[in-house]
């Protein structure tokens, strides 16, 4: 059965779901916000992050009316199903002398039941529930042609496998930054430091580095065999201490610039950071390809685009104000902005709160990394699944698991230069997840619900940007991203 493909799991209420969400969009794209926005100019960037939060809103509902038209196309393939073994057994009955005035009763009871057009738009309303737990790649199996489908997979596995690859360096590299590095207040800018530089002891950088890699991969990794709700205390836990780091970050930032000594003087404009930013706030609103995982187990989805709205909102603001405060504190922004508290005691001078926002990163991501592990192993199975078939123990259990988490730990063994994998990924498979997959869905779902259901019926989840020009905007706007990406790229790699 495909539902058992990816099974749903334990229910949760919206706002549990949307601290999932929240989680997830707000990793590591947050904490490279800021020095980007301090290239690119305030204005600028300012105009660029609203239309960018609403493009990723935008397409995060083309997401949900997908699914639930998805839903439906499943219900409507079972009525189907359902229909012919009742004709096939009302004509087997009519042999049956003896048995003919069953049979034409079993014949009114069976016209009663099937999925007729009449039928099928009076139970249109239920029949969009989103219910079984679909995920993007099962979705294009069913409305993308096959050369879509591969392309699909190319795409989302490319982007997954990175982000799991990103996680797991990122992770133990922050880790190896804080124990190895100096986090006093009389520690000064150097020059980058090598792997082969003492940490403690014998024990060299890169040696601390794989140990906390090691570390990481035990403790994580086991969450890839299970259901995504299995770490949902853990997810509300984290998210407040996630709100923890970015008010403390933002009130010194604010402190510091009540009192006059604020450093940064950023410019209104600068056309020629708006690339950089671009990539920036496009991994920053990434949370698309996990939205199966996140809605199907909300239990109440009755007003699921006006929630997911007020979590943009919120999402918005808060990188909105991270990046002023820190823009108008600083005058020379790191890559990562929580590195710019932990060594300067004039924003702080209390040990525990730098090595609390220096270690951030840590649970920024690693609460992210079991939802992108259980989505990336689902899409694994909707590869290889072929209807009315179910997967051995060991192969749903065992291996999907591990193929899924050991080639991103291998990854992030072999390196942890960031920029590199964050280009990688980011920049071309994330755009296609972002904008074209979701854009793509909508349409053919729509076209499919047509089909199926006649034009007149309505699916409940449907997306308030109804219109086809929508969906033609995202792709025209897919193709701009294209351009800022390799323009940033090639100018990057000139400079």
Request: proline share 4%; glycine share 6%; with cysteine.
């Amino acid at each position: 059965m495909l539902g058992g493909i990816t099974d749903t799991g334990e229910l949760y209420s919206p706002y549990v779901g949307l601290v999932y969400m929240f989680n997830l969009i707000v990793g590591t794209g947050a904490l490279t916000m800021p020095q980007a926005f301090a290239v690119s100019g305030w204005a600028v960037s300012l105009a660029l992050i609203i239309f960018l939060a609403f493009m990723s809103y935008m397409t995060t509902t083309f997401v949900i009316e997908a699914m639930a038209a998805a839903n439906a196309h499943l219900r409507w393939k079972k009525r189907e199903r359902q229909r012919i073994v009742d004709d096939s057994d009302a004509s087997s009955d009519s042999y049956d002398d003896d048995k003919s005035e069953v049979a034409m009763l079993d014949g009114h009871e069976r016209s009663e039941t099937r999925p007729i057009l009449s039928v099928q738009r009076a139970s249109t309303n239920n029949v969009f529930d989103i219910v079984e737990r679909i995920e993007m790649g099962q979705m294009a199996s069913m409305f993308f042609n096959k050369v879509g489908v591969n392309m699909f997979y190319i795409c989302i596995i490319i982007y997954l496998y990175g982000d799991l690859a990103i996680y797991a360096a990122a992770v133990p590299y922050s880790l190896t930054e804080v124990v190895c590095g100096n986090q006093s207040c009389s520690a000064v800018s150097k020059l980058k430091a090598n792997d082969t530089d003492p940490c403690w002891g014998s024990i060299r950088r890169i040696d601390a580095y794989r140990i906390f890699l090691t570390a990481f991969s035990l403790l994580l990794g086991p969450f890839t065999f299970f259901n995504v709700q299995k770490t949902k205390y853990l997810q509300i836990i984290t998210s407040l201490m996630r709100w923890i780091a970015f008010i403390i970050m933002i009130i010194l930032a604010l402190i510091r610039i009540s009192k006059g000594r604020g450093e940064g003087h950023p410019p209104i404009a600068n056309i020629s950071g708006i690339p950089n930013l671009f990539g920036v706030c496009v991994y920053s609103f990434m949370c698309q390809h996990s939205l199966p995982s996140l809605i199907t187990p909300i239990n109440k989805k009755k007003h699921m685009n006006t929630l997911v709205l007020v979590d943009y909102v919120l999402i918005l603001a808060f990188y909105s104000l991270l990046s002023f405060t820190a823009i108008f504190c600083f005058s020379n922004l790191k890559d990562m902005y929580t590195l710019n508290f932990t060594s300067n005691c004039d924003v702080v001078s209390i040990p525990f709160i730098r090595y609390f926002l220096g270690l951030f990163p840590v649970f920024t991501i690693s609460t992210n990394f079991p939802i992108i592990a259980v989505t990336l192993r689902n899409n694994w199975k909707t590869v290889f699944h072929r209807d009315g078939g179910m997967y051995p123990w060991l192969i749903d259990r065992i291996v999907f698991p591990l193929i899924t988490i050991i080639p991103a730990i291998i990854v992030a063994f072999c390196t942890h230069d960031l920029e590199t994998l964050v280009g990688i990924t980011g920049s071309y498979a994330g755009t296609g997840i972002q904008y074209i997959i979701p854009a793509c869905l909508v349409h053919f779902s729509r076209k499919d619900v047509e089909v199926v259901f006649g034009n007149d019926v309505q699916n409940k989840h449907r997306s308030p940007f109804k219109h086809s020009c929508w969906v033609m905007f995202v792709l025209v706007w897919s193709v701009s991203c294209f351009i800022f990406v390799t323009t940033n790229i090639v100018l990057s790699e000139t400079n």
